[in-house]
């Protein structure tokens, strides 16, 4: 597609940092004011996410390295390419929770109210990140016959008819999102919606690995369909428990 967007003044911008940039912007902004409608004070909310988002990325970029350690050990300086994207949302995801804990505990703010504010922030930016993947050919589908195929390169720019995994997931981070809102005045309770949000995705992303042209593995197992598993066990039980303990 097209990894450089543009050159100004001598300086590249890539299209997947283009877009992780926008990602964070407006995903930051859409789950601040999301965060005002569960009580929270929009000035601790923002502060905590704009903390949380350096370990984020951190977490994210390091997950996806350990997953492919096969190729960056023989060209470590790539590990911290930016140009090159690469990123593991669920590296992302498990690093600002833990992180946030204590960091929630000492703003005073809720847990389960800030994760609800904060999963939105993560949609939409999962939105604009997976159109930078599909500009840079990173996390591609497998090649495909079938007339919902397109053509579209790999990020060695290798072109074939493909299926589109980065709109899909894209797709369904927005359906996810839409939903969210939807019921967004109607939760039983703070944290319902990060729990929910978190089953829907990792069930799509189940799925979605499958048909990914590069799956991550560690030995017999794919990696993110084994983290998908166990991340929709986890927010279901955690979901049921505390809603019927609640009633």
Known sequence: M???LFEWH??????YTAMLYL?????????????THHGLAPGPLYASMLLLILPALLGARLLFVASNWDFYRRDPIRIWR???GGA????????????SLPLLRA????VGAFWDATIVTMLIGM???KFGCLLNGCCGGRQTNSKLGLHLPNEHGVRCRRIPAQLLEAGLALCLLIAALEAWNRLPFAGSCFLIVVAGYGAGRWWLESIRETIDTVGAF???QVISAVLVVLSTASLMVIYFHGS
């Open 222 to 224: 794919r990696l993110h």
């Open 107 to 110: 703003m005073g703010i809720s």
């Open 82 to 84: 930016r140009a090159d």
């Open 127 to 129: 939105v604009f990140t």
């Open 88 to 99: 593991s949302l669920y590296g992302g995801l498990i690093v600002s929770f833990l992180l």
């Open 2 to 4: 097209r990894q450089v």
């Open 10 to 15: 001598g300086m590249k911008v890539y299209a």
């Open 23 to 35: 990602g964070l912007v407006f995903g930051v902004t859409g789950g601040t004011y999301a965060g």
